[in-house]
């Protein structure tokens, strides 16, 4: 029977890769993935046999990895970050079941952004946060903004991924305007744009200032809740602790 591994290598430096995704990756026969990935991959592990397919083509990437497995071979799915948060996980599944497939799959989970990001930034996810994608190419819009409005009436500190693109140039400004409805213009917020990559960067600002913000569709977004302050070029959420 033929295994197909679903595995997030993280940010996509070596050192945040897991001893798992490494020695996954190492021991597959066929490593599938969207180019970009596939390309960051080929610098850690030059002689894999790879399958890459450009963006916008993941259903087909999921078809041609099952069907990889289905020949009795041990495959390796690989996504960035984490492979079950906004990854490759659900869609193989899916897949793998409309095909009748019999392989074993296995999820491999890897630092997700939301975490690489807030590493950078000091502490900002100490307590209670919503991850929330701006991209509407799966979801509505009106869908999207339901949930950032959700997330600031329970004072949730808002991780925003893919938060903005050519087409989506005015997301982030209108979630926090929602935001801004519930907490002060003065709430720190901290973008980080390739996190865990070479050419990592990093800022924080506020709330009321994000939409003049350098963002774009490598950057997270993490907006603190009503608790969070910044200290030292530093964002901290306090977790109640007494001290």
Do not use: W
């Not at 409309?98 to 630092?111: D, Y």
């Not at 997301?171 to 801004?180: G, Q, S």
């Not at 907490?183 to 973008?191: D, L, M, N, Q, S």
């Amino acid at each position: 029977m033929g295994k197909l591994y679903v595995v997030g290598f993280g940010p996509g430096g070596y050192e945040h890769m897991t001893a798992k995704c490494i020695d996954v990756i190492k021991n597959a026969d066929v490593v599938t993935g969207y180019t970009t990935y596939v390309n960051i991959l080929k610098e850690y592990f030059p002689d894999k046999n790879y399958i890459a397919t450009p963006m916008m083509q993941e259903v087909k990437r999921c078809e041609m990895a099952v069907e990889e497995a289905m020949k009795d071979q041990t495959v390796a799915m690989v996504s960035s970050g984490d492979s079950g948060i906004y990854g490759m996980a659900g869609i193989i599944y899916q897949v793998a079941e409309e095909k009748g497939a019999q392989i074993e799959i296995e999820t491999v989970p890897g630092v997700t952004a939301a975490s690489a990001a807030a590493s950078v930034l000091g502490a900002p996810l100490m307590h209670d946060f919503a991850v929330i994608s701006l991209s509407d190419l799966m979801t509505p819009l009106d869908l999207i903004m339901k949930r950032v409005d959700c997330a600031g009436q329970g004072d949730l500190i808002v991780c925003l991924y893919n938060p903005k693109s050519k087409k989506r140039v005015d997301y982030v400004e209108k979630a926090a305007d929602i935001l801004m409805k519930y907490r002060k213009t003065e709430t720190p917020v901290g973008i980080v744009r390739n996190a865990g990559r070479k050419d990592e960067s990093h800022c924080i600002t506020t709330l009321g200032a994000l939409k003049d913000a350098d963002i774009d569709m490598f950057s997270v977004v993490i907006i603190g809740n009503s608790q969070t302050y910044e200290k030292n070029g530093r964002m901290i959420t306090p977790r109640g602790y007494r001290l």
